[in-house]
């Protein structure tokens, strides 16, 4: 890239952290402290504001960068993505989004604590939303490092690194400065930006095909390499029954993870009502709706504009597919259009992985502080002590998430997130679902639910072809791979729902039918709720 994509693009960057760290310092000079207001913004925004900060935080590094490199490199297989990743939030709506307003405070624990022994669960609940958190930030980490790479003009090791570190950094500076009230500002700053920016890239792509769709996919196809099987199925996950099996897995993880994502559980705390929270839902929907269908289009146009070998040339995963487009939609390389477009672009990608990663820091900060921390006390902590041990444990956090990104930095994004929420799906959605719904649901039961999807998910990954044995792997000079599939969803979600029920029948603890009745009424109605 030249001279000018990189100074233009560095200070659009660079606007955008001035003005989101301009958000965070003014947010900071007019905090109270409390432990409500740095978790949940003082649960005063609306469910339009909430609805644009939800599908700022679902609309990460994976579905902009990701999700249209890998249909630019596997044609319909790469679209399923954006399918499971909306179909998810049907779940949320009716599953989800009203119950745990009505029932938790902060966090996925409190909704399970309500009713149960509180100490344990409370830290098995916490243990997974950090571990869900951290493979979800190292996606995102994945993505900045991409960009970087090809905004600099090449795939130094030391400027991915760097932009790893310094994403990380900012991260928490927005967290432990801000809380929830900044975080969420700038999710809606960034919404705002990245639908316009894929609106303006989807009209340049019609505009470039006279609006014709059907002669997009027939480019698309042609230079694929593949013809008419890149508009089928099976490109990526046809052939052996291994990758039958894998997408399946990779379908389920998608479509019940989001309802196990903590910083997506912990957005619905700050409005004022469960009817505000449904509302924001169906608000986040329709933003997130339209943008998958961009996306769609955007991933076809980058294999026909921009072609599979010259962007699995620029990053092997296909991550920057989309400023590669942008780049030629503009006018190509070296001119006035293709500078400014890449240059918006790459800004924008940078704002979606920053507003991303502030959020998920701030849902795994709350679990360490308000579920670890304060159930680790023998009387609950004081909210300004869990704040300050919050703010300390984002940066651990981040220094975790820094040091995995490094690792799987050739990996592509919505793969990593596919992980995320395997995991999610597997540990923390079935307790979620039987505190809620099953009446004799118990302490010993809801821990094992967590482990029981958590333990096998993790080892499962650790075990596959991610981590060892093939030449994409992180560790691809040794070989332990004993598992097949890349995302173990398809095995440890059902574990996980097994392992609660099995944890339940044999626990000797009789079930308080009572405080299940109470959480009911209040889940339904919103009496009692915080």
Not at 8 to 13: N, R
Not at 136 to 158: K, R, W
Request: net charge positive; proline share 3%; with cysteine.
């Amino acid at each position: 890239m030249s001279g000018h994509h990189q100074t233009l693009a560095l200070l659009l960057f660079s606007a955008f952290v001035a003005v989101t760290l301009g958000i965070t310092t003014w947010v900071s000079r007019h905090r109270h402290g409390s432990a409500e207001e740095f978790y949940a913004g003082g649960r005063l925004f609306s469910p339009m504001e909430n609805g644009f900060a939800l599908s700022g935080d679902y609309m990460s590094a994976a579905s902009f960068l990701g999700i249209t490199g890998l249909i630019s490199l596997y044609g319909y297989d790469g679209l399923l993505y954006a399918v499971g990743f909306l179909v998810a939030w049907l779940v949320v709506l009716f599953l989800v989004a009203e119950l745990v307003r009505n029932c938790g405070r902060f966090t996925l624990a409190d909704v399970v604590a309500a009713r149960m022994d509180v100490r344990p669960v409370r830290v098995a609940a916490g243990t997974s939303s950090v571990v869900v958190s951290v493979l979800y930030l190292v996606a995102q980490m994945v993505g900045a490092g991409s960009l970087v790479s090809l905004l600099l003009g090449g795939t130094s090791d030391a400027a991915r690194n760097w932009t790893v570190i310094g994403v990380g950094a900012l991260m928490v500076i927005y967290v432990s400065m801000g809380g929830m009230r900044a975080t969420t500002w700038i999710q809606i700053v960034k919404a705002v930006l990245l639908i316009g920016g894929a609106i303006v890239l989807t009209v340049l792509v019609l505009m470039r095909f006279h609006g014709d769709i059907n002669e997009l996919l027939r480019t698309a196809a042609g230079r694929s390499g593949h013809g008419q099987a890149f508009l089928a199925p099976g490109l990526k996950y046809g052939g052996d029954w291994t990758a039958r099996f894998d997408f399946m897995s990779l379908g389920l993880a998608l479509v019940l993870g989001t309802a196990g994502l903590p910083h997506i559980l912990s957005r619905f705390y700050t409005v004022p009502t469960a009817r505000a929270a449904r509302r924001s839902v169906l608000w986040s929907i329709g933003l997130i709706g339209g943008f998958y269908l961009m996306t769609i289009v955007l991933g076809f146009a980058a294999a026909a504009v921009v072609g599979p070998e010259a962007v699995r040339g620029s990053n092997a995963a296909g991550n920057t597919a989309v400023p590669l487009l942008a780049l030629d939609l503009g006018g190509g390389a070296n001119s006035t259009g293709g500078t400014v477009l890449f240059a918006t672009v790459a800004a924008i990608a940078f704002a979606t992985i920053l507003a991303v990663v502030a959020g998920v820091t701030l849902a795994s900060s709350a679990a360490v502080a308000h579920d670890l921390y304060a159930s680790s006390r023998r009387r609950r902590a004081k909210p300004h002590s869990e704040v300050a041990v919050a703010r300390a444990a984002s940066v651990g956090i981040g220094v975790i998430a820094i040091g995995l990104s490094l690792l799987a930095r050739d990996l592509n994004v919505a793969f990593l997130v596919g992980l995320a929420f395997a995991v999610a799906a597997s540990a923390n959605l079935p307790v979620l679902l039987f505190s809620l719904f099953w009446r004799s649901f118990t302490t010993r039961g809801a821990v094992w639910a967590v482990y029981g999807g958590l333990v096998p998910a993790v080892v499962l990954v650790l075990l596959s072809p991610v981590v060892s044995g093939s030449p994409e792997s992180l560790f691809p000079g040794v070989d332990f791979q004993y598992f097949p599939l890349q995302n173990p969803g398809l095995v440890s979600i059902p574990l996980g729902f097994v392992a609660g029920w099995l944890g339940t029948v044999t626990s000797a603890e009789p079930p308080d039918e009572a405080k299940h009745a109470e959480i009911e009424v209040r889940a339904l109605t919103g009496a009692g709720a915080v």
